[in-house]
């Protein structure tokens, strides 16, 4: 009997000196006076769901305790609504072994539900960070779970860009005349195989510390806002990545899609509006991974489904941020994604959430849109979503001659948005071709003025891909990272610097002149960001369109001719009537309205009617 008594008590001693260590619970801390008062806390750690848990704090209720398949979690959900802030211990008991873990309530910011989405009064700018600007190198090559390269001679590796480089260039980001930023994602990805890009997320709550720290991107969301400059996160909540502790010790046996089988998606976007689409298809959409390193995620678990739409709201709340710009908006549980757009909305009113839905069709993109009638009453709460039909045209039709019906088509069909000013319209982001796939030359930069100008000043929020000012130029033929160049004079080392005009090639500052006449003349412009919007037939190879808001007017002429056009002016009667004459904000010339223009080869004018 002494025998077998001791072989218990050791195995009673190794079980207590395992339980909980390195307990760990997300979210780190929350805040008081949210309208939805219900906190989720995951807590991890060894046997964490088999021990006893007690909370004692004015104002905090328990609404209930979860173990799920995995011991070593435990999903605790409080009631926060009557606590005030402040700092409680959260007391696990198992046998005589206790453990404290101190939590945290922050008080709320007076304004914090005030934040202004990004509107289309804004111009959004996408930046890549590893590929912007490096601006601490010490963070470059840093110890993490997985090895990794930084070699900028590689195009696809870490090139050692951060969250410094963009805050040192924010002057330049202002001067410019952008007034939005779009990162793409920031937070951890501590991958084995390198993912420069940022899709494949390893840390939720944390961001990649080769970009910087939580608190530096804090401060860089801050330092933006105070230059007039709004920040958008990228987040994804269709996948993680490959390498993120959930893969080995993954909470439930239904946390992923697919876990044991990998299983593509087919890719088969259309499906939720598809009135005669297959179970099968259907299932393998949303439960097929995107690639092989991005592990499906499976958004009809509520428990996490509540922990990613948590989490989106404490990092608005902790960084301040303007919007979201949601990946592979599709591809999720479309009825979750609809339950944390209504949840951001309830927080954040006037907050706005983009989502990335690659469909080249009208009708297909504004079914997403809330409020669309095209979506059967299965209403979305998604309030902006991305015109990847304009963009799939735009290179083709503005270098080519007499092509600009195509676009002029393409903006008929803008009576099936719900809210054609929640559109985000682009030619270029990192997953695209550049406007310029090479190096162009100088009879092609008219094209490109004729591009920018349109994208400037129709219906909706403008998106621009970082470099587009100077001609960044790329194609994903061989890869997708050959869209993602660095830009010269980011790095210390750089013989060019494109940051500076002198660096510049004669045409680059020309295009740059011109990016920057036209964004800033934007800025606060109710005719562009409010007004209506009045186009004619092309007539000669002209496109005319004219945005009128209150009494204020301003008249598009796109030349999409290689040739002079003498374009009489009897057919735009009903908007020049008692108009005498036009102001270009480009050139500062006026013209004056008689019986015709006379249009130089592939000539834009922006005019402010007078």
């Known amino acids: 009997m002494k025998k077998t008594y001791l072989i218990i008590l050791f195995t009673i001693t190794l079980v207590q000196l395992t339980f ?85 309530l922050k008080e709320r910011r007076p304004d914090a539900s005030k934040v202004e989405g990004f509107n289309s009064s804004d111009v959004v700018y996408l930046i890549m960070p590893d590929r912007f600007a490096n601006g601490d190198p010490s963070n470059d090559q840093i110890p993490m779970r997985h090895p990794y390269k930084v070699d900028r001679n590689d195009m696809t590796v870490h090139h050692g860009g ?137 958004q009809r678990n509520p428990h996490l489904a509540k922990y990613l739409i948590q989490n989106s709201i404490w990092w608005i709340e902790y960084a301040g941020l303007n919007g979201i710009r949601q990946d592979t908006y599709p591809y999720p549980d479309k009825d979750m994604m609809a339950e944390w757009c209504k949840a951001v909305n309830l927080e954040y009113p006037d907050f ?128 997708y990272a050959y869209v993602r160049a660095d830009i010269p004079g980011g790095w210390s080392d750089d013989k060019a610097n494109y940051f500076e005009k002198n660096g510049l090639s004669s045409m680059q500052r020309e295009a740059w002149d011109f990016m920057h006449t036209v964004l800033n003349w934007r800025k606060d412009n109710d005719v562009i960001a409010k007004g209506s919007m009045k186009h004619f037939l092309v007539n000669q190879g002209v496109y005319v369109y004219e945005r009128k808001h209150n009494d204020k007017s301003v008249l598009v002429v796109l030349n999409g001719m290689n040739k002079t056009v003498n374009l009489p002016l009897d057919n735009y009667k009903e908007v020049l009537t008692g108009i005498q004459s036009g102001k270009d904000i480009i050139t500062g010339k006026s013209f004056n309205f008689s019986t015709q223009l006379i249009l130089n080869p592939k000539e834009v004018l922006i005019l402010e009617l007078q």
């Open 352 to 479: 706005n959430i983009v989502g990335e839905i690659w469909l080249s069709n009208t009708a297909g993109t504004a079914a997403w849109q809330t409020g669309s009638i095209l979506n059967k009453g299965n209403d979305t709460h998604l309030k902006s979503v991305m015109d990847f039909g304009l963009m799939s045209m735009a290179s083709n039709v503005f270098k080519g001659e007499n092509r600009l019906n195509a676009i002029h088509s393409h903006l008929c069909y803008d009576y099936q948005y719900a809210d054609i000013n929640n559109v985000l319209r682009f030619y270029e982001n990192h997953d695209a071709n550049r406007f310029f796939t090479e190096e162009p030359k100088p009879e092609e930069l008219p094209a490109f003025k004729q591009a920018f100008a349109l994208l400037l000043t129709i219906p909706g929020i403008p998106q621009l891909y970082y470099g587009s000012e100077f001609l960044l130029t790329g194609s994903t033929q061989k890869d």
């Open 162 to 298: 951060d969250l410094l480089g963009i805050e040192n260039r924010l002057d330049y980001l202002a001067d410019l005349g952008v007034t939005a930023l779009w990162l793409t994602p920031v937070l951890e990805n501590d991958m084995s195989v390198d993912t420069y890009h940022g899709y494949a997320c390893t840390n939720y709550y944390q961001v990649d510390p080769r970009y910087g720290s939580n608190e530096d991107y804090v401060r860089l969301v801050r330092k933006a806002q105070e230059k007039g400059i709004k920040v958008i996160m990228d987040m994804v909540f269709n996948h993680c990545g490959s390498d993120h502790p959930w893969m080995t010790d993954t909470p439930s046996l239904d946390w992923f899609n697919s876990p044991d089988n990998y299983v593509e998606t087919n890719h088969y976007k259309e499906f939720p509006f598809d009135p005669y689409g297959s179970d099968y298809d259907k299932k393998k959409m949303t439960d097929g991974w995107f690639v092989s390193l991005m592990p499906d995620l499976n």
């Open 20 to 104: 909980a260590e390195n307990i760990r619970v997300e979210p780190e801390f929350w805040w008081t006076g949210m309208k939805n008062s219900e906190l989720q806390l995951i807590v991890q750690g060894k046997d964490i769901a088999q021990s006893d848990m007690q909370i004692s704090y004015p104002g905090i209720r328990v609404k209930g305790k979860v173990s799920l398949d995995n011991p070593n979690y435990l999903f605790v959900y409080l009631d926060v609504a009557d606590a005030k802030p402040g700092k409680f211990d959260i007391i696990f008991t198992k046998g005589r072994q206790k453990i404290t873990y101190n939590y945290e």
